[in-house]
């Protein structure tokens, strides 16, 4: 047997699906399991996870998750995680809380950062400082600043889980999966319930950590280039501290149950806009199988593209047809936690008609089995699923990130790790049963669907007083605690709140940040990387090209300007870009076509990309359409970018209407959830004319846009028609259309004579730009939504205020983030963020908090941060940090397809390679006095700025103190 630094060598498998090596260790002393994945990508991933079942909805699990990230034995400062944001090449470092399994990753292209990384979290999982005030900080505590003022709550975890708890759509998910899971774990809220949270006492808090968190419940993660020995080696420096330890941390299965299960429950909801429109929201829920059958796993994930992956999915197909609701709900399948289980419903519905959306439900899925499933749907949901597996994408994370996630889905309950990872002999399996003629998904609905009595209802209805209701609830109860406190009690409390600021506001010693371990400016490649892009001209028509390693796949875009358009018409764009998709074509109905995209590509969809150039400060407003196929396939996919864009048919009212009000349920329902996207689009859209396009085709002018379109498409289909013939007319033409291919050298050469094809079908017009003049809002805005937290922005133009872009600002705005508005608006407001957001193409700066319970003292906050900088004193080592941090964001790692798109953008924007290496020399030039004089600027932005605000504590009385235009929203 193999034994390396303490550990065995338990087994060894070539993975061929990630052509990787892995192999699982096992700590002698400890029994601690590693996966070890050993392959050539240079984005490294560690991870730690433990077994971390609750036994209530105190939310322990999450708030140690914070808490553990708050200094350790080695690293005894305040924030090591916030350290290692400040000045490291992370590519990803963040932590997460399941209901059952808490997790660390890490990720960095840097092998020495990587290793700095690791040595932190390992410490502070292990070993974290968590004395009570941090237990207080992150989790709950009473705050009493004088001893006349009222007893409040504070705490970061109990702000957060108040704006989780504010989105209906978040209840409806967590109701979900509570009421099939009664009798166990999954069945409580491991992120915590607000109305619980402060429930919790700091030795449980404790002992939740001393029974978890040991090597014998940890499973180790390693992903990428680095030497194995290495990983070995560190590791034990670790896990030789302790021995074994018997934790019983066991995630039992749910009993099932004899019949079927209803939950009836309100949401806060405002004012409806009329008595007619449906609110309320519904799902069925079913219990299924273990997640570790892993043949059962990936033909599930097929059943559920089936039934409701696409718009043509004759599930999704019947409950949007039916009229009943707006958009579908639900987590659709959800396979990360010891049993799955599928969930689906209806949203925007009259309360009224729960039980006919129930009906149809099972009506749709009993025809499904009597008269079985079409061909057609079952060969491309086998496609998309096993197009997904093959490519591999996992978008902005890392690699290693998702499969980590994957091998824990089976590993975490004692299973093979690769069980669901090794995928080509349970997809070769489920092949052979479909090429036999099996009935093989009609049968899982008949098995674990229509004949399932375990399974529920979920009726979530709009209740206008539940917000007052519960604000009134908490009130009360700590007016009550209030009462009865002793005056020695109200002193001891006053005591706590100042002696918690105190060490908030305390800075952390020269020696203990020395500590936290981290690269220096020599360690930082002074030229960028740059992306490869070939060009060339056919027809007219530019084409990027992207010799990249893609694994077999092909990318393809085409950007269509969208300039010539009247500006009252570029709220439709987005909606337009789905309609190449989703209506149908002259010769395919938008099933048939929806089926032949999911049959032969991985995937196609249209968007509209809004940017201002570099320099000129032009605003750039493309209708991109992207697909992407297998280079087998690569005529296919061209064969129908070309009939979507020629032959959509834009005459169906009924399909229409059903996407937009599946937008306006969409938008309606990000506005929590995305609180601070909202208010940071409103900002941005006040002073340039890329940011005013992206709020009206995005933010609350959109949502104003689609609610009134869902009305004008019944009383007045022929205007709208004409709207949207008009658009395809200006922006679906040759003139100034955009080509992007993104392949391996086999694969352009595959596209190449496609792509002329393309061209040479496009039509020829010409269209004269339209001149946008914007009236840009002036006003300050607040906008009212059932929310217990806020979301608090300030935006100004720093070019206006005589502000010339240098690439110290890169390095100021990130230490400004993780510096001066963690710390006060975090750290000691009890945020859960904020964020400091500066687009140098237009000089906007917008500073937004998220899940904030304050107002007022947030936008004092982000009118200290110019003096903050005005008397800020770094040490050398401080401001390398911030350098080193802010070419950490510049060299963000990105994947195949993401490197083709941002190569093609910045040619748009004129982001030339010339402009942005002289950004990279300007950060790694910047000093202190960059930090200083840029204070000025900051200043007349405070004196100049926009204020948006979007939330429901104490938003209407500080728009009515200060003047603010108010708006209910939600």
Request: proline share 4%; hydrophobic share 40%.
């Amino acid at each position: 047997m193999t034994e390396q630094f303490g550990f065995e060598l338990v087994d060894e498998q070539r993975v061929e699906e990630l052509a990787t090596t892995a192999r699982l260790w096992k700590h002698s002393k400890t029994g601690a399991q590693v996966l070890s994945m050993n392959n050539a990508d240079e984005n490294k991933v560690f991870g730690v996870s433990f077994r971390t079942p609750p036994s209530d909805s105190t939310g322990v699990a999450h708030i140690l998750e914070h808490s553990v990230l708050c200094g350790s034995e080695k690293f005894p400062v305040k924030e090591p995680f916030v350290e290692l944001l400040k000045g490291s090449l992370q590519t990803f470092l963040n932590a997460f809380t399941y209901p059952d399994k808490t997790c660390y990753p890490v990720a960095s292209t840097n092998v020495q950062d990587f290793y700095n990384l690791i040595d932190v979290y390992l410490d502070a999982t292990f070993f974290p400082l968590i004395n009570e005030q941090i237990f207080q900080q992150e989790g709950w505590h009473y705050n009493v600043e004088k001893k006349e003022d009222p007893l409040t709550y504070r705490g970061v975890v109990y702000n957060e889980m108040r704006g989780v708890y504010s989105s209906p759509d978040s209840v409806l998910y967590e109701r979900s999966q509570q009421s099939l899971f009664p009798d166990m774990t999954y069945g409580l809220d491991s992120g915590g319930n607000p109305d619980v949270i402060p429930e919790l006492t700091y030795e449980q808090f404790k002992n939740f950590h001393e029974t978890y968190y040991h090597p014998s419940n940890g499973r180790f993660f390693f992903w990428g280039d680095d030497d194995e020995a290495n990983r070995l080696e560190k590791l034990a420096g670790t896990l030789d501290r302790f021995s074994a330890l018997d934790v019983d941390s066991h995630v039992p299965l749910q009993e099932e149950f004899e019949r079927p299960v209803a939950l009836l429950e309100g949401y806060a909801a405002g004012p409806a806009a009329n008595e007619h429109q449906g609110r309320a929201m519904f799902t069925v829920n079913w219990l299924l199988p273990e997640t570790a059958e892993a043949e059962l796993n990936l033909a599930f994930q097929m059943l559920e593209q089936i039934l409701i992956g696409t718009p043509a999915s004759p599930l999704r197909k019947a409950l949007i047809e039916s009229g009943l609701g707006e958009d579908v709900t639900g987590t659709g399948l959800e396979n990360e936690l010891r049993q799955m289980y599928f969930s689906t419903g209806l949203s925007g519905i009259k309360s009224e008609n729960a039980d006919v959306v129930e009906a149809l439900i099972f009506d749709t899925l009993n025809d499904l089995v009597k008269n079985g499933i079409d061909k057609e749907y079952i060969e491309a949901a086998v496609n998309s699923i096993e197009f997904g597996l093959r490519e591999n994408n996992s978008g902005r994370f890392p690699v290693g990130l998702s499969v980590m996630v994957r091998s824990l889905t089976t590993w975490l309950y004692d299973a093979d790790p690769l069980a669901l990872i090794a995928f080509e002999e349970p997809l070769g399996f489920i092949k052979e049963r479909l090429a036999n003629g099996d009935r093989l998904f009609e049968d899982l609905i008949s098995a674990f669907l229509v004949g399932n009595n375990h399974r529920t209802t979920v009726l979530l209805v709009p209740d206008e007083d539940l917000q007052e209701v519960r604000t009134k609830r908490v009130d009360e109860k700590l007016a009550k605690i209030r009462e009865e406190m002793s005056e020695a009690d109200v002193e001891s409390i006053v005591e706590n709140t100042a002696l918690l600021r105190k060490m908030q506001q305390t800075p952390d010693s020269d020696e203990a940040v020395a500590s936290i371990p981290r690269l220096t400016l020599s360690d930082i490649p002074t030229e960028n990387k740059t992306i490869p892009q070939q060009s060339a001209e056919h027809s007219g028509v530019t084409v990027y090209t992207h010799d990249l390693d893609t694994n077999g796949v092909v990318y393809a875009s085409a950007a269509f300007d969208v300039a010539g358009l009247d500006a009252s018409l570029l709220p439709y764009v987005p909606l337009f870009g789905r309609c190449l998709t989703e209506v149908g074509t002259d010769k395919l109905n938008f099933v048939e076509l929806g089926m032949r995209i999911a049959a032969k590509t991985g995937g196609i969809s249209a968007d509209l990309m809004t940017a201002t150039t570099i320099g000129e400060q032009s605003p750039l407003a493309k209708l991109v359409v992207h697909g992407k196929s297998t280079e087998d396939k690569v005529a296919d996919l061209f064969d129908l970018l070309q009939t979507i864009v020629l032959d959509t048919d834009l005459d169906n009212m009924e399909r229409f209407r059903s996407i937009v009000l599946e937008e306006k349920a969409r938008v309606e329902q990000g506005v929590v959830p995305s609180g601070h996207m909202i208010v940071m689009s409103h900002l941005r859209g006040c002073f340039d004319v890329a940011g005013w396009i992206s709020e009206q085709t995005g933010g609350v002018s959109y949502l104003a846009f689609l609610r009134s379109l869902a009305d004008k498409i019944s009383t007045d289909w022929n205007a709208v028609l004409a709207d949207l013939e008009q658009i395809r007319a200006t922006v679906l033409k040759k003139a100034d259309a955009l080509i992007s291919i993104t392949a391996e050298a086999s694969g352009l050469t595959a596209a190449d004579s496609l792509v002329k094809g393309f061209i040479a079908a496009l039509p020829e017009r010409a269209v004269e730009s339209a001149l946008w003049k914007p009236e840009f809002v002036t006003s300050n805005e607040a906008f009212l939504i059932p929310a217990q937290v806020n979301y608090v922005g300030k935006g100004a133009d720093l070019y206006a205020l005589g502000y010339k872009y240098h690439g110290s600002a890169n390095v100021i705005f990130k230490h400004l983030r993780m510096g001066w508005l963690w710390d006060q608006v975090r750290v000691q407001g009890g945020a859960y963020g904020a964020f400091a957001a500066f687009d140098r193409s237009t000089g906007v700066l917008a500073q937004v908090s998220y899940r904030d319970p304050n107002l007022e003292n947030t936008l004092k906050a982000f009118d200290g941060s110019a003096a903050y900088l005005a008397n800020v004193d770094l040490s050398k080592a401080e401001l390398e940090k911030a350098i080193i941090g802010a070419i950490g964001d510049l060299d963000t790692h990105m994947l195949p397809d993401a490197k083709g798109s941002a190569a093609v953008t910045r040619k748009m924007l004129g982001d030339t390679d010339e402009i942005r290496q002289q950004m990279r020399d300007e950060i790694l030039s910047t000093t202190l006095d960059h930090f200083h004089s840029f204070a000025d600027v900051l200043h007349a932005a405070a004196e100049n700025g926009r204020i948006c605000v979007l939330g429901g504590n104490g938003v209407r009385e500080a728009a009515e103190m200060n003047g603010w235009n108010l708006s209910e929203i939600l």
